[in-house]
């Protein structure tokens, strides 16, 4: 099984930048697959990026790839979200997500573990 705690949420102003981080523990995390996901009140959880297990293949959303980039650090069995120019519409709670595998996944319901999320505010 795979744990995952994600940090770095908070409110900030919108235009900054926020670095949101998931930390894993348990097995196999350096071949998991890393997703993001978010959640604004009152919508659907929605997908952000995905990272594969190498570090080398990463996918986003057309619509945060100008301004979100994730990376991961399998030596810290840590993967992140860079978040800059933010928007107030960027304001959800956001997860990091995992699944056995080397791919590159967009789909929540392939996700196999889940972190409780961080949350993020931008203020306009």
């Known amino acids: 099984q795979v744990q995952l705690v994600e940090s770095g949420g908070g409110l900030v102003q919108a235009g900054g930048s926020l670095r949101l981080s998931c930390a894993a523990s348990?097995?196999?995390?350096?071949?998991?697959?890393m997703g993001w996901f978010r959640q604004a009140p009152g919508k659907e959880r929605e997908f952000v990026a995905t990272?594969?297990?190498?570090?080398?293949?990463?996918f986003n959303t057309d619509s945060m790839k100008d301004r979100f980039a994730i990376s991961r650090d399998n030596a810290k069995n840590t993967v992140y979200l860079q978040m800059n120019s933010l928007k107030p519409d960027d304001t959800a709670v956001y997860y990091c997500?995992?699944?056995?595998?080397?791919?590159?996944?967009?789909?929540?319901?392939?996700?196999?573990?889940w972190g409780q999320g961080t949350q993020v505010t931008v203020s306009s």
């Open positions: 990272i594969d297990w190498t570090g080398t293949h990463t």
């Open positions: 997500a995992a699944i056995p595998g080397v791919g590159l996944a967009v789909r929540e319901g392939e996700y196999r573990y």
């Open positions: 348990g097995r196999t995390f350096n071949k998991n697959t």
